[in-house]
């Protein structure tokens, strides 16, 4: 590694919460634990951390390859950044909102699956997830991907694709037991309407930093 900690820290950090938060990626390791049982559950785990993987590192070279041919990007990154997080806030305390309200729409189980089926249908969620994209879009406007040595590349997205697998392995154990259902709908609002917040305030500390760099 060639860089320091921080900016690690701070990407797995912002992955972290994106990942831990209702989606289409939690909903399907859910519905495959709940359906399939548990090792149905975890193999969709594994097929979240190998997507992240490969969005990290596909990702982190074409904005590598964008930043080294248009340096100026990256202050147009953290722009679109800034955007993408305020959507996301928004999304998000909106579904909290609805949450509290009792809004919440049924989760069907998915039954009658192994543990291939699972993992591929996991990798096919994670592929057409238009979360994914805006995810990493806003991840590496706070990573030095400029800089980054082939290491720091490696060490990012291995981080990334472990915090994925521990995050939705406990939603698969999780689920895989029948009071977790109606826990989750318990706490669901809550967790979306602090997502949301989180990503209001990281979107705050972007702006201000594009302004002062901008000054």
Known sequence: MTLPIQPFLSVWTVLAVNVLSPGPNVLNTMMSAMGSGRAAGLASALGVALGVGLWCLAMTLGMAALFEAVPAARQG????AVALLAWFAARYLRAAWNGFRGGQGRIAAHAG???RASFLRSLS???TNPKALTTWVVILSIFPVAHAAPADIAVLCL?????AFGIHAGYALAFSTGPALGLWRRIAPAISAAVGLFFLGFAAR???????SGG
């Open 113 to 115: 699956l192994g543990p």
């Open 77 to 80: 990154l953290t722009g679109l």
């Open 206 to 212: 972007l702006a201000i930093g594009l302004l002062h």
């Open 159 to 163: 981080g990334a694709s472990l915090i």
């Open 125 to 127: 969620v994670n592929a």
